[in-house]
């Protein structure tokens, strides 16, 4: 019979091992268009391994496009705060 020792060290070797699970990232940020001026808020996703507002912002400047402006990128944050800012986002939540 096998002890019940010998089957859960490994198993618990294992999960540590592995570590914990990546959060999604995201950022929030205003954009601008000239001619006519408009402004708009938004919320992106970022990849989790660099959750940083340097990343957040290369990031837009590479997505954004139909003439719209980075203006500044106002945070980063987790899956935790998504919901809050999905209102204020409107059509341009998770849109670029």
């Known amino acids: 019979m096998t002890q019940p020792l010998t089957i859960a060290l490994p198993l618990m070797a294992a999960l540590l091992l592995a570590g914990p699970a ?3 990232c995201y950022a929030d940020y ?4 000239d001619d006519p001026l408009r402004l708009h808020y ?3 996703e970022i990849p989790e391994d660099d959750c940083t507002v340097a990343a957040a912002t290369a990031a837009l400047r590479a997505r954004l496009g139909d003439g719209w402006q980075l203006l500044q990128v106002q945070s980063v944050f987790g899956p935790e705060a998504l919901d809050e800012r999905r209102a204020g986002a409107g059509e341009y939540f998770l849109r670029y």
Do not use: E, L, P, T
């Open 42 to 44: 938004g919320v992106i």
């Open 22 to 24: 990546s959060a999604a």
């Open 30 to 33: 205003k954009a601008k268009r």
